[in-house]
């Protein structure tokens, strides 16, 4: 679904339908975390990491931190592995390990006759 930033993301919601006015984003599950407010998608890193990841094993979260003396909103990505657990490094090459496999398995498709 198109987010109020107008960049596609698997993770946000909104419905409109019979007086309805509902907008949420599922990343936003840290309970340590400030409030989702919509214009949060400005700044999320989310969409970017969806466009350049395709792996179904791939979870994220997100961090909101509101700042107390610089204004706006800080939004940072926790990305893990469902197989593997957290990925370290940047999370829009994702998981070393699932990585590793694939790359296996394109070597092993492409080398045989």
């Known amino acids: 679904m198109v987010n109020p930033s ?3 993301c698997a993770f946000y919601y909104e419905d409109f ?3 309805s006015d509902r907008q949420e984003c ?3 599950k840290n309970p340590r975390s400030a409030v989702w407010q919509p214009s949060d998608c400005k700044n999320c890193p989310v ?3 969806l466009a350049a990841n395709g792996s179904p094993y791939l979870e ?3 961090f909101i ?3 107390k003396l610089i204004i706006g909103r800080r939004v940072t990505a926790e990305a ?3 197989l593997h657990g957290p990925i370290d490094g940047d999370p829009h ?3 070393p390990e699932c990585n590793a496999v694939a790359d296996d398995l394109l070597r092993a498709l492409f080398d045989e006759p």
């Open 17 to 19: 339908q019979r007086g």
């Open 47 to 49: 969409p970017a990491i």
């Open 6 to 8: 107008g960049a596609e």
């Open 93 to 95: 090459v994702g998981c």
């Open 65 to 67: 931190n509101p700042r």
């Open 60 to 62: 994220l979260s997100i």
């Open 26 to 28: 599922r990343a936003a």
């Open 80 to 82: 893990w592995c469902s």
